[in-house]
């Protein structure tokens, strides 16, 4: 029979007094009947949510932690609302607000902390909240609704949370903050540099080392005034410079108080009957104010009241992570500078990435991360036991995951991570959940693991580590499927970075490396062309083109030749020219000393040798006579290449010169994943090679027939016959089509031949010829790209865009030249 | 004659007219100097020419603290001008900085044979 449970009262209802009561019932569910007095009317909740509601990115109901199900299961009796203000321990009762008295068998009290207010006049004026509870996310609320300024007063953890809440409300936001750099006691100069600049670039003024004199205001809040004399307009004042025990009732009742309520190792006070938790109280000289300790605490109490003999709470390290989305910031430890500490530093600019580990005697001691946070447990387990970490010195600023193993073996890396180890950071998957997908389910491809766990699904970071679980799980059963990543700066491949600029509405260089996490500052050589295209092609009109991310030959519109001089083609539509064209020509060789006039193999004719300097001043030239940009420098469109045709051939079936023309004209200034040459033929004599081009055109008697994928270079291949159609209007409409699915699907560099043999012929032959809905949409897309790209390229440079880079930054002449020399002397 | 060798600063220019990830070049009476600006806009001064067939770097892709000659693709480190990986070869450095967004080549060596 069980014996009469116990009477625990408990003061406070925080996430300490929560957590309590939920290892408590989890080992002695019937010990004691627990009566909880709550200040605020309301259940209890996750306190350290209120950040996400006040940015609207959560509801209060989604942080409630005890719901009243939950009470009336465990059969405690809550009184919200109520007070206690009295504790009288000689009859082990306690008196509330409401003039109630309770006896206890056991008390408890976490009565939490109270937010600081500085002494400040006009501190105690309507318009002026703390952030401590719902009710002050209310308050803040409500002065959001209404706009205008606020000021918040701290630029610590909270006061940044606020901050970033109110401005994501629409209000005009300022922190003020007493010392030089952000969260000072959590971060160092650096990351709080990377912070302030991310908390700034939501339109939050930030003002450091700025002391707060006055609240100023009538009836209300009206501004707040700097010692430098500044006075800031404020409709809302949120004071978050911090927290203290909140200890009174303690310390009336004739408890040890010292900044908190003194408790030993088991969280009793001096009074057997009576312990305390929580930021209340005082535990070896130190008192916190974050939620990891509360719940170390917890649980040694809960123990302790449930008779089961522990280890006593022996206080807590610290982390910190910002709850501001978008702002990735893990703190922990301490990382002061001092003589005997040692340091690894990792930064990636471009990434906003800056991690710090401060090492003293071969243990962790801090830890700052900014901008890439996911070994920041990792490192505070390690802080935490106080391992040596003598051996992972040279790596371990790379993370948990190339530990273990060689740097260079993911697989025996990833094969020692414990199980509870996160793999996906962006859906939480770990290690454990990815190991049994995969046996449970039979699954045998990254795609496989990407659908059912989420794993690698978002921003793709850890592709490397889920396909060394493949690899670690199925061993020889593993075949990859013959991924190669883009390049050295991401484990992405080029359809997989394509699907992802698109799904994750990337439209920027630095948001795909940002995003996708590019292992460089700034790509590659040859990675960001590709991006540069990539991107060109998914939000065309609306993504600005990088020129810096183009080779040169793109970026000149000329083709760089051995000696660094150029080479120039103009347009020659169908290969067709005029004796003013030709005279224009002629004329430019002339005058700019063209050593060299070729005819290419693409019907037009090449000025090559030409000096950089030189080229606006030909473009001009040419332009002036109606000739244009051939494009022969560039990943698009360059030739089509015609016969005579219908016109005069006497076995021509259909104006192949005429379509070559208009195809061209309607194509041109297109870019594509690498170069493409047309062709089209009059009659299957072929006298155009159309059946060698990348798309090819052979008229015949009942219309035309649309080869694609031939080749006549390193590699020569003959094109493959997609299909056939009986006008030139379709004509065009298809091959548009074909340009467009080849924009959209090769890899950067890859011809038109390679992508029909990796996409399949019937695959492309399917979307092309029998998808007429999705033809109509293909050519739609292409119509919409070639707006935003169709203008002469060389007219906008000769008339002065870009001319910079035509020029010298400096000629050191002769003349001028006598100064360093006599200095030389 | 003074054996230390005595630095002259000469003013080329200011930094933004450089594209970031770019390079412009300063024309001197014995050679061609490519002035890079990487993306976190540190100047790097190189002879623009590469060392494998006499490219200009000045033209190439500035990525990092690299460029990529565009004749033929060797990457050279800004820093010191050599050539990274498999290639060997290294193109001549030459002093410069930066102060309150102007650039200075040391035109004592930069003149220099």
Not at chain 1, 288 to 312: F, H, I
Not at chain 1, 428 to 433: L, Y
Not at chain 1, 552 to 557: A, G, Q, T
Not at chain 1, 677 to 687: D, E, F, Q, T, Y
Request: aromatic residues 6%.
């Amino acid at each position: 029979m069980a014996s009469t449970p116990q009477r625990l009262v408990v003061v406070g209802n925080g996430m300490a007094a929560g957590r309590v009561l939920d290892e408590l019932f989890a080992r002695a569910p019937d010990r004691y009947a627990v009566t909880l007095f709550g200040a605020e009317p309301r259940v209890n909740y996750d306190r350290i949510m209120l950040s996400p509601v006040l940015a609207g990115e959560k509801s209060f109901e989604s942080i409630i932690i005890h719901d009243d199900d939950w009470y009336a299961q465990h059969r405690v009796s809550l009184r919200k609302g109520e007070t206690v203000v009295a504790i009288d321990r000689a009859a082990k009762t306690v008196r509330t607000d409401a003039g109630a008295v309770e006896p206890y068998d056991v008390l408890l009290i976490a009565t939490g902390s109270k937010p600081i207010l500085i002494p400040v006049p006009g501190a105690q004026l309507p318009g002026v909240v703390t952030f401590r509870d719902l009710d002050d996310v209310n308050a803040m609320l409500a002065a959001a609704e209404r706009g205008g300024h606020a000021v918040v007063i701290g630029g610590g953890l909270l006061g940044l949370e606020a901050a970033a809440g109110l401005a994501a409300k629409g209000m005009d936001t300022t922190v003020v903050h007493l010392m030089p750099t952000l969260m000072e006691r959590q971060l160092d100069p650096n990351a709080a540099y990377l912070l302030q600049k991310a908390i700034e670039k939501r339109g939050i003024d930030i003002l450091t080392g700025a002391n707060t004199l006055a609240i100023t205001g009538d009836t209300w809040v009206e501004s707040v005034r700097l010692e430098d004399g500044r006075a800031l307009p404020a409709d809302l004042v949120v004071m978050a410079v911090g927290i203290r025990p909140h200890a009174a009732l303690a310390k009336e009742a004739g408890l040890e108080v010292k900044r908190g309520i003194v408790v030993d190792d088991f969280m009793r006070t001096g009074d057997p009957s009576i312990f305390a938790v929580g930021e209340c109280v005082e535990h070896r000289g130190t008192c916190y104010g974050l939620v990891a300790p509360l719940y170390e605490m917890a649980r040694t109490l809960a123990a302790t009241l449930a008779g089961e003999t522990v280890p006593g709470y022996a206080g807590s390290a610290l982390s910190t992570k910002l709850k501001v989305t978008g702002v990735d910031l893990f703190s922990a430890g301490d990382f002061s500078e001092r003589d005997d500490s040692d340091e690894i530093v990792l930064r990636d600019p471009a990434r906003g990435v800056y991690k710090r580990v401060v090492l003293r005697d071969n243990r962790i001691v801090g830890a700052v991360l900014y901008g890439d946070t996911a070994d920041g447990s990792w490192y505070f387990d390690l802080l935490k036991k106080g391992a040596d970490v003598g051996a992972l010195r040279d790596t371990l600023i790379f993370g948990q995951a190339y530990q273990g193993g060689g740097v260079l073996d993911p697989t025996a890396a990833v094969a020692a991570l414990p199980d509870d180890a996160e793999i996906c950071g962006c859906n939480g998957v770990c290690k454990g959940a990815i190991v049994k997908a995969i046996t449970a389910n039979g699954l045998t491809s990254l795609d496989d693991v990407r659908a059912r766990t989420k794993a690698s699904a978002s921003c793709g970071q850890c592709t490397v580590k889920v396909e060394a679980l493949l690899v670690a799980t199925l061993g020889e059963g593993y075949v990859g499927a013959g991924r190669k990543p883009m390049c050295k700066c991401t484990d992405l491949t080029h359809a997989e970075v394509r699907a992802r600029i698109l799904d994750k509405q990337l439209k920027s260089m630095p948001a795909v490396m940002q995003e996708l996490g590019w292992k460089t500052s700034c790509g590659c050589a040859s990675c960001r062309p590709a991006l540069n295209y990539y991107l060109l092609c998914a939000w065309p009109g609306e993504y600005r083109d990088d020129a810096q991310s183009r080779f040169i030959n793109e970026r000149v519109h000329a083709n760089i030749q051995k000696d660094g001089t150029f080479s120039v083609v103009p347009r020659m539509w169908g290969g067709l020219t005029t004796p003013n064209e030709l005279r224009a020509i002629a004329d430019v060789a002339d005058r700019f000393k063209i050593p060299t006039v070729k005819v290419t193999g693409g019907q037009r004719i090449d000025l090559l040798g030409v000096r950089k300097e030189d080229l606006p001043a030909v473009w001009a030239q040419l332009n002036a006579a109606g000739l244009v940009s051939g494009h022969a420098y560039a990943k698009g469109l360059r030739t089509v290449k015609t016969c005579v045709g219908s016109e005069w051939c006497r076995f021509g079936t259909q104006d192949s010169t005429g379509l070559g023309v208009k195809l061209e004209r309607f194509l041109c200034g297109s870019w594509t994943p690498a170069k493409v040459k047309l062709a089209v033929s009059g009659c299957p004599r072929n006298c155009a090679e159309a059946t060698v081009k990348d798309i090819g055109i052979v008229c015949v008697e009942s219309g035309y027939d649309i080869h694609i994928a031939g080749a006549a270079g390193l590699h020569v291949r003959a094109t493959d016959l997609l299909g056939h159609v009986a006008t030139e209007e379709e004509a065009i409409e298809h091959v548009a089509a074909v340009m467009q699915l080849y924009r959209e699907q090769a890899a950067y560099l890859e011809r038109v031949w390679k992508w029909v043999e990796r996409a399949g012929l019937e695959t492309v032959r399917a979307a092309i010829m029998d998808d007429h809905e999705g033809r109509k949409a293909l050519l739609r897309r292409f119509e919409i790209s070639q707006r935003a790209v169709q203008k002469d390229p060389w007219a906008e440079r000769a008339a002065g865009r870009e001319l910079r880079e035509f020029t010298p930054l400096a000629v050191l002449s002769p003349a001028r030249k006598a100064i360093p020399a006599e200095v030389a002397e | 004659m003074n054996m230390e060798r005595q630095e002259f600063w000469f003013d080329v220019g200011p930094l933004d007219v450089i594209p970031p990830r770019g390079a412009r070049t300063v024309r001197t009476p014995r050679r061609e100097i490519a002035i890079f600006r990487t993306a976190s806009d540190e100047v790097f001064a190189l002879e623009n020419r590469c060392p494998h067939k006499g490219g200009p770097l000045s033209e190439g892709i500035v990525h990092g603290r690299k460029v990529a000659c565009p004749l033929h693709n060797w990457v050279i480190n800004l820093e010191d001008g050599e050539a990274t990986g498999e290639d060997k070869g290294c193109a001549r450095r030459f002093p410069v900085k930066l102060e309150n967004g102007r650039i200075y080549l040391d035109m004592s060596v930069a003149a220099a044979p």
